[in-house]
């Protein structure tokens, strides 16, 4: 089937247990004029089964269902018939979106929450975030695993002596992410050393409700000490503070936490851009930025101004993101001295600020 404008609709298949969240989840989509809902599974077993059979464009999965639950299926199909698969938790336990988590090790693209339903206005803004995120992962022509390769320098070689600097120079590491951001940052925080000399402040862009079970699932999964921010906070060397649920994170001089419920910026409370132009205010060329997958463009005009500030700026590339929006906006600018895959990422903050500090 195609829609009237004659392109392709993208064809999903949702695996749920409950007849009642299958049926709204089916309603959810099959109404949007892009998609079409080709099959239900009510366990893991089923949509390996149909997943064989219908070859969907995108999996929603649950993760809690009897026979073969969704993580097992996920790692399955990632392994059979690679799909980009959406996981829809609805569940806000700390562990239990721990757990959900894990699904983006073995192959998942994304977390979403799962829409209550359509008559609350949480319920319709979680219901517009599924549709809204199906749509991206049908973009996702291949499920990626970001490829090893030499770093791509976005603009003219710096002088060595310019490109290095030193690492007593570097004061904070700031890290703004959304879609795809999550298993990025594992990769980065579980490459850096235990002792990395300085903190490192981020903003994941995350559905209310996750952040907590995010936070757990980072710090568990990486090995790294990752802790909620708080407001007046002091920021210590090898700790990284994930900006909480509906706050701004900043920081003010005397390497403090500031938390704000001003407006959003950007479509977004948390938001990049706020934490981003804070750290170029208060450490200038004393800071690293780093701007990950996602989609938008919040954090990449103030990325700039970070790198304009004398900071290093890091921008993820568009051949490993899952999402290249935010990263992909920051290049355009010229606001990242370096475009690199999480691999080099890694390798690069720990040459400039990590040293030789004592390997995990």
Not at 46 to 71: F, Q
Not at 88 to 109: H, P, Q
Not at 166 to 188: N, R
């Amino acid at each position: 089937m195609s829609v009237a404008n004659g392109s392709k609709r993208i064809r999903v298949l949702v695996v749920e247990d409950s007849p009642v969240v299958r049926e709204l989840l089916v309603y959810i989509l099959d109404r949007d004029p892009a998609i079409q809902v080709i099959g239900t599974a009510a366990n893991g077993e089923e949509a390996i089964e149909a997943v064989t059979r219908a070859k969907p464009d995108v999996i929603i999965m649950d993760i809690h269902m009897p026979r073969m639950n969704g993580l097992d299926a996920t790692r399955k199909i990632m392994e059979t018939a690679p799909t980009p698969i959406v996981i829809v938790s609805g569940s806000s336990s700390r562990k239990e979106v721990a757990v959900t988590f894990r699904a983006l090790e073995a192959g998942a693209l994304a977390i979403v929450e799962k829409p209550p339903g359509i008559d609350l206005p949480d319920g319709k803004d979680a219901a517009n975030k599924l549709v809204q995120t199906v749509k991206l992962m049908a973009e996702v022509k291949l499920v990626r695993r970001w490829p090893r390769k030499e770093a791509v320098l976005a603009t003219p070689p710096l002088p060595a002596a310019a490109r290095k600097p030193l690492a007593a120079e570097i004061k904070m590491v700031a890290i703004g992410a959304s879609t795809g951001g999550p298993l990025v940052l594992q990769t980065i925080l579980r490459g850096l050393p235990k002792n990395f000399p300085v903190p490192i402040a981020i903003v994941q862009h995350m559905a209310s409700g996750f952040t907590e079970g995010f936070i757990e699932w980072l710090g568990q999964s990486s090995g790294f000490s990752v802790h909620p921010a708080a407001h007046g906070e002091l920021l210590l060397p090898g700790h990284a503070y994930v900006a909480p649920d509906g706050l701004h994170m900043s920081v003010e001089a005397g390497n403090r936490i500031v938390l704000s419920s001003a407006r959003p910026e950007n479509g977004h409370r948390p938001s990049v851009s706020c934490l981003f132009r804070s750290v170029a205010t208060v450490f200038g060329a004393g800071a690293t930025g780093v701007l990950l997958s996602g989609m938008g463009k919040d954090g990449a005009k103030e990325l700039l101004l970070m790198k304009e500030k004398g900071a290093m700026t890091i921008a993820q590339d568009r051949e490993s993101a899952v999402v290249p929006g935010m990263p992909g906006e920051a290049i355009d600018l010229g606001a990242a001295m370096y475009v690199l895959t999480p691999d080099k990422i890694v390798e690069v903050l720990d040459d400039w600020i990590g040293g030789k500090s004592e390997r995990r």
